[in-house]
């Protein structure tokens, strides 16, 4: 797949309520910017689009100079509550005053009303304990370890497998990539541990065996027995998608491990607080994980992320042996808190669904004038994807999305590149803040790309 080009060409200037672009795009100036990091970082934190960030607020973006987009990418699925907000903000500059930044696992007050806060929105708050780290694999991994201690204390060392999905993302360290299903992402790993297996997930497209009962087949054909499961992971929505699972399928998931005690872990660092119209997407299906990984969109902001989980489980460890140097750390404590309130306060989940309503017919409508080329469109709340298909088939085509995405970028419709398993995938995740007229605005720019790339 190429990547995104990086001379500058002249676009038609944008003057909207929302959108501004008066330079070339790539702004020129700003190439010195992406020469001197090609010196002093690795290529791998390349790859976005060549937009120079120098405030974001809101649903908008903009550089220095003087573009504006709308975003659709929330960062990647982080700034839930909108860029910039003023309450997080305040709550950053009311902490330095205090004149606490730092303060390892020594207690601060915050602490505990963070960690009331989220067991508060947890399944059961009487049953359920909240452990603070920094990001979203930390709390992946976090998971995986519980369930593995939980399995080996209780039942012994033959209740070992962690089971997962087929290309699931669960981070980038080695336990999250064991984890996670694209083999492509570990390769590296050489000699995997046997004990971490995947099976496919029913995304109804890719898969279209949406049925339970090849969850069962496949362990079968691994020569699995059910009794040997230590845990079973999955997003709450696959994001190489956004992929759901089907209700009922959740459902006998949720009986099958709980009738051989079997902890069940959904990881929301990108579902979670708000997204997909409720606060965490595993409510849509009806059920009560055992451990919730939490990242992202808990702040909105600073890096914080939180495992929430059955007390019996979160409670294993002694004290001082299951921590990390930056858990609760106080600035994206105070800011976690602020957002949570905002989130709360607003309904922003509330609100999400009511935007989706008029997002995802829109999505569908356009993905329904090339059926051809857009393979299929997936989305709950304000996250939603459409995969790019070579003609008629399902091959990704991660060219002509890069294509659409690029476009996009230039008429000031801010996206993240494609991802999906080939990078076909056009995800579409604005701040859950954003107004309906700038959401509507957005969609026909959206069009507007998609009819410049492929329409006839
Ligand atoms: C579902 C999911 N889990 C885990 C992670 C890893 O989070 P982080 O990048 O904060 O480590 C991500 C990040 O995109 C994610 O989408």
């Known amino acids: 797949m190429a990547g995104y080009d990086l001379t500058p060409i002249d ?3 944008v003057e909207t309520k929302y959108r501004t672009i008066k330079t070339k795009i790539p702004v020129p100036e700003s190439l010195p910017i992406f020469e001197a990091l090609k010196t002093c970082e690795p290529q791998s934190m390349m ?3 060549p937009v120079i960030w120098h405030k974001a607020d809101d649903f908008t973006v903009y550089d220095k100079w003087g573009n504006r987009w709308i975003d659709w990418s929330s960062c990647v699925l982080l700034s839930n509550t909108g860029h910039g907000r003023r309450e997080i903000k305040e ?3 009311k902490i330095i005053d205090q004149g606490l930044i730092a303060s390892y696992v020594f207690v601060h007050e915050q602490r505990a009303e963070l960690c009331g806060m989220l067991q508060s929105i947890s399944p059961d708050p009487a049953s359920y304990s909240v452990f603070l780290l920094s990001t979203g694999s ?3 991994e976090n998971c995986i370890k519980l369930a593995k201690t939980y399995a080996l204390e209780k039942h012994g060392p033959m209740k070992k497998y962690l089971v997962s999905f087929r290309n699931a993302f669960h981070g980038r360290t080695m336990g999250a990539q064991l984890a996670g299903g694209m083999d492509k992402l570990k390769t590296w790993i050489v000699d995997r541990d046997p004990t971490f297996v995947q099976v496919p997930f029913p995304d109804g497209y890719k898969n279209e065996d949406t049925s339970f009962d090849l969850f069962l087949s496949t362990l079968n054909e691994k020569g699995i027995s059910p009794d040997e499961i230590a845990g079973v992971m999955t997003e709450s929505y696959q994001g190489v998608g956004p992929d759901f699972l089907p209700v009922e399928y959740a459902q006998r998931l949720r009986d099958f491990c709980a009738e051989r005690d ?7 660092v990108q579902a979670g607080f708000g997204r997909t119209g409720k606060m965490f997407c595993f409510e849509h299906y009806g059920i009560k994980p055992d451990l919730i990984a939490c990242g992202k969109g808990v702040s909105s902001s600073l890096p914080l992320a939180a495992v929430i ?3 019996d489980i979160m409670g294993l460890y002694a004290p001082g042996s299951m921590t990390s140097t930056h858990s609760a750390s106080p600035l994206p404590v105070a800011a976690s808190i602020a957002n949570l309130r905002v989130l709360i306060g607003e309904n922003l989940a509330g609100r999400a669904a009511k935007m989706g309503d008029i997002l995802l017919p829109e999505l569908q409508r356009i993905q329904q004038k ?3 080329r857009l393979g299929c469109m997936h989305g709950k709340g304000l996250v939603a994807g459409i995969q790019v298909v070579k003609p008629g088939a399902k091959t990704p085509d991660p060219d002509t999305a890069l294509a659409i995405n690029y476009a996009c970028v230039r008429k000031g419709l801010l996206m993240f590149s494609p991802v999906g398993i080939g990078g076909e995938c056009l995800k579409i995740a604005p701040p859950l803040t954003i107004a309906e007229d700038a959401l509507r605005e957005s969609i026909q720019v959206f ?5 410049g790339e492929i329409g006839s």
């Open 11 to 13: 676009v038609p200037q």
């Open 47 to 49: 790859g976005q689009p």
């Open 91 to 93: 709550a950053l500059r």
């Open 138 to 140: 930390e709390a992946t």
């Open 262 to 268: 079997i902890v069940t872990i959904f990881d929301e």
């Open 309 to 311: 989980g059955r007390t």
């Open 370 to 372: 090339y059926p051809d």
């Open 447 to 451: 069009e507007e790309a998609i009819d």
